[in-house]
């Protein structure tokens, strides 16, 4: 693996690294992690890479590892940069015959990722979207459970994902992680809804195997001065007459991170909370509601397949992102053998997922900063 | 106290009377509790009642209490009745200077609210409606709370009313709640909305001293047949510029009545979940969460005031319910007195609340049933 | 129903008041609250009852209700006294034909409470002794499944009662209801051992059906001066082979009154909480957990006997009171008119449970202040 | 970093190696997975050592290793073996200058733990044994709450550790981890409180700062045929005079591993459980109860300096096995490079939390298995 960004100050940069590094099958050989070659240097040092592996632009990596031998070059490239920098090193890494995990939100504008999506068609490479919370044994146990029918047909989902790290202005106090999240150069169109609501849409798409075809949404900026949402909701449809409703914060006082989903069919009914992950409550219209619990024999195969420690002995979000890069490995290193990946390997998002997060963002938009027509449809 | 329906097969009619016997205050000496006689009378004969004081029907009972003199009449009339039996009883009570315990939600229309609002205004008589959950101990915490400025100005509120009863076509298979509720002759142009969708509306005004202005809705009718709405959310907008939204259903599978409510301002958030409705968990931005409980030694005056048993020994619904009760019943013990009620027994639901309440239901169905306009003024 | 104690101050007369009023069945008609007359009458007063009805000697009301036709007399006596003044008002009620409630713990003596037992045996009187926490709707669904071998033959039982309000000594600062459960003429032999021990033992014996035969303990007074225990812990031994833990403690700092039993079988276990009541965890070997809810269709025979609203509508301490009294009251009823009672209302603590408190009391007391011979038998 | 132990199915070997690996600072260089030879060959291979680094027996490691110069060799040795191979292979390893990892319980006998001690006194190497969950940031936060003297004098201590999965005879149905467990000559003279009992009292001497001078226990053995304890329960006497209760049991049937401590002070209270880790409440005598959260800002330096990921972001078991790794490794490489390891680093158990372990388990076995002198003091 070599990294485009997270330096040393980067947080989300450390998160892949773990994730990565955390079931011992994938190596960190290289990386850019900063336009600043003292940044990208000292960071590459800290994390015993010969110097020589240590690149200051991520042109010259792709370029340079494009032209060592498979043994020694970067099997894949993970970019894990603003939203700004997602498109560019993406599109030249696929170019150059390289895998691709990118974080979200994916790009952007939905023609970017569009374009990403074409290309990687045409190239046959893998490419993975880091959308964590889709990791969680109990999120694949509760998809499975849907799409297996045991709820009977949905109805309904509420989704919610309230943060409070950005009541007040903190993007001028110094707080880099608010700083370009804030700033519509580098994250796009939307803040809260596409720092989070991605996630939180991901998640109902991913757990209900459902489509969202229309938002009506309500975005808001409350802290004065600030160029983007920082708070939000929208009313949903779904393609199979299902309806929803997706609520994000980033201004919710008080809040950690509690992405909380919550979906009802004819026969019943889940509720998963991220900050609780272990955890997933099935509630029945005919006995007693259960609670699942990760680890244990009573986890069907997907959330099984996803799961290193047996039942009570907790894991958590770097477990969950762990899940993305094994699956995305084991895919990875099936195709550098020429094999057919697994089905269960297949089980992380990917492009797809990247258009529809996009498609999403520019829905909620469109919908969520006017009072006129406020049904707007995700695929125009 | 004199009631007008809650024969003996009638959920809620039983529950106001054990609300009103609680404290040992509240004492019922008449009652016609049904159409039919024969149920009328047996109710009242397992309610110890002579038979005299069993009417058959509102109009005879209202017009003989009257007659009476003061020691022997019921004092206040509590009608339980369907939606459509509240506004006529109503208004003859009041005419005859009963003082009104009604049933929510108020009336079938929002004329008829504004016309016993007038008849409330101009008899100076005292009437209470029924929205049980304002009389939690923790939620006249969380009201004070706000209205006290602990959380700053207020930005956000999430209000839920999932319920799961109305999953399948029970009205079809002999439930009498079901039947009416899903009758829009007796339930108004509203079913889940009116039903449960104002005790959530009322909730998140007592609590913040807010009033909404619009609302942005998605009605639905999930069971075919069914003529009423059995699910719907809407987004909120606030008089100080907090947005909210609102989510009620009868379709939630497996939920029971997981009422819950969560308010955000600049310094932190609270968050009430009916079904554990001793806790009061408030966040804070700058130190650790708290949780506040029913009964201990942390709670402020109003919480204390509505509290009968030490913390640790759980209040539940029914003594939300009796605390209606009570207040009313000492605001209307001082004005028999002739005596200024103390500001807390005036801590009750009243007609300016039945009369919101109507106003939420026509401007929810009237946005929620179309997509053209989406924004509805509950004032027109 | 005629009160001895409970004057306006106490806390657990007014309990009692609101608990045997709570369904209509029971009526207040004469109480002696106080043995300081002033207080006796103007308690009598604020509950409604005539002047002629109100007592300043038990001995005194106990004889001259007794003297009353059987319409005009109360029918039962309540005894809600401090424990030293529960042997001769409970004697001498039943030496007058009255049937009597008492509250716990039963009496000071081991010696006291078999006199009584043999008394309410040749009398054939009814006695309810309010071990409160076996009225809870799922405490009863816990027992039936136990009792019913859902759990299979049971082999641990966990049960602990935590509180902090004796974590300094309030007994010196005007807190009456420390004053007499810390002074051992009035509480006797034991303090927390007493006054909450004996609830969690009677918990356990009541939720497994078994009775515990021997027990290991540690009594300590934390707070200098006090002259009785205010924590303690048991190793417990039943009569199957299982063993259990007894924790009690007064000086939890922090606690309110956290009544907990978990109890395991060779096929699972379950788990109850008394402050949030309505919720039955269980675990199984085979299955996923499991939650019980309190008014819902899921619940047993014995749970939803003893349930007056739907699942979701929580119960609390004042309705798990009530339903010793209700039951107490049909059993009595039934008495009255000669007719068998119905097994289900025979379902509330009485002179046995009253018995075998004080043998706990006692066993505990002997091995828990001592280092020597450690294992002491209930029953000698 | 060595492995003794570990091979391809063994559970702790693979934990041991993910939380080694997770911070990128400690790399697997060499094994002896298993004295099968192929099962230690095809162990290393799956883990992509080169054959010659792969050992057939420990000894042969140590050996061959101790000769290798430093830059080649492996700096510290591992031992995640049954019990009964952990003093050998720690005291030549010891012997050869290694520093050791090794897993708990510590060793088969008091002795051999003192002789261990004396070793590690005299070479000044350093030794860990991961008593796991004291690494989580919570139970680190609560140490610290409690050494700073924030709740006061300790009085009371609950410490609880219920599990599931030795309902049945499972170690005759193929359960390895279970085989050895209940095997005396693999697992020592304690099955049950070895294995978990240890856990449970080192952390209720982590968190409170105290050492347990005396227990009064009762082991018990429920399935049929065992050979060792599978339950038990222990009176606890802490040095300050506060006491304790410690309640470990593996036919807790439905349990997972719901370790779980509660410490209580003059000022209050903490509540940990291991199932749950990033949550600590804290209940207070004079002011509503506190939930600290991992990860936010309001943890102490000893929670913060052991912690990945922000608030909300869930830390498990991993994570919390990593930092024991992690602190080690820090201590480790500041002895390599001749300095003195900050005092943040050494924040992990090792020999002297071994010895105490031992004692622990020899006097529960003693007090435990006979009904006459019950209290046994760790240090005789």
Redesign the interface.
């Known amino acids: 693996m070599g990294m485009i960004g997270g330096g040393l100050n980067a947080?989300i940069g450390?998160?892949h690294?773990?994730a990565a590094?955390?079931?011992?099958q994938i190596e960190?050989v290289c990386g850019c992690f900063s336009s600043h070659p003292e940044i990208s240097f000292s960071s590459g040092r800290s994390?015993?890479l010969p110097r020589e592996k240590v690149y200051t632009s991520y042109q010259e990596m792709i370029r340079k590892e494009s032209k060592l031998p498979p043994g020694e070059r970067m099997d894949f490239v993970s970019i894990v940069t603003p939203n700004h920098v997602h498109y560019d090193p993406a599109m030249m890494a696929l170019d150059h015959g390289f895998h691709v995990v990118v974080d979200k939100p994916f790009t952007l504008t939905v023609a970017e990722a569009v374009d990403i999506r074409a290309k990687v068609e045409q190239t046959g490479l893998v490419l993975a979207l880091t959308h964590t919370y889709s990791g969680y044994p109990a999120v694949k146990h509760a998809r499975r459970m849907v799409t297996d029918g045991h709820?009977?047909r949905i109805?309904?989902v509420?989704v919610?994902y309230?943060?409070?790290w950005l009541?007040?202005k903190v993007e001028d106090a110094g707080n880099i992680q608010a700083a370009w999240r804030t700033d519509p150069k580098r994250s796009g169109v939307a803040g809260c809804m596409g720092d989070i609501g991605t996630h939180a849409h991901h998640l109902a798409e991913y757990v209900t195997g459902l489509k969202t075809t229309e938002v009506?949404?309500?975005l808001?900026t409350?802290v004065p001065g600030r160029l983007l949402d920082d708070?939000g909701?929208a009313?949903l449809r779904f393609e199979n007459g299902a309806?929803g409703?997706l609520?994000a914060?980033q201004?919710?006082?008080?809040?950690?991170?509690?992405l909380k989903i919550?979906v009802?069919?004819?026969?019943?009914?889940l509720e998963w909370a991220?900050?609780?992950?272990?955890s997933l409550v099935?509630?029945?219209?005919d006995?007693?509601?259960?609670?699942?619990?990760t680890?244990?024999g009573?986890m069907n195969a997907p959330a099984a397949a996803n799961t290193?420690?047996?039942?009570?002995?907790?894991?958590?979000?770097?477990?969950a992102f762990a899940n993305i890069y094994r699956n995305f490995a084991k895919t990875v290193m099936a195709r550098i053998d020429g094999a057919e990946p697994r089905a269960e390997w297949l089980d992380f998002p990917g492009v797809e997922e990247g258009v529809r997060g996009m498609q999403f963002i520019h829905a909620v938009v469109r919908s969520g900063t006017q009072?006129g027509i406020?049904?707007m449809k995700l695929q125009e």
Chains 1, 2, 3, 4 share one sequence.
């Open positions: 947080f450390a998160v690294r773990v590094a955390m079931d011992g960190l994390l015993f709820l009977g109805r309904k509420y919610e309230p943060q409070g009541t007040q009506c949404a309500e808001k409350y708070d909701a009313l309806t409703v609520m914060s201004v919710a006082a008080g809040e950690e991170n509690a919550r009802y069919g004819e026969k019943g009914g991220q900050q609780e992950p272990n099935v509630k029945w219209l006995k007693p509601m259960e609670i699942y619990r680890g244990t009573f290193r420690t047996p039942g009570g002995h907790p894991e958590g979000y770097l477990e009072d406020k049904w």
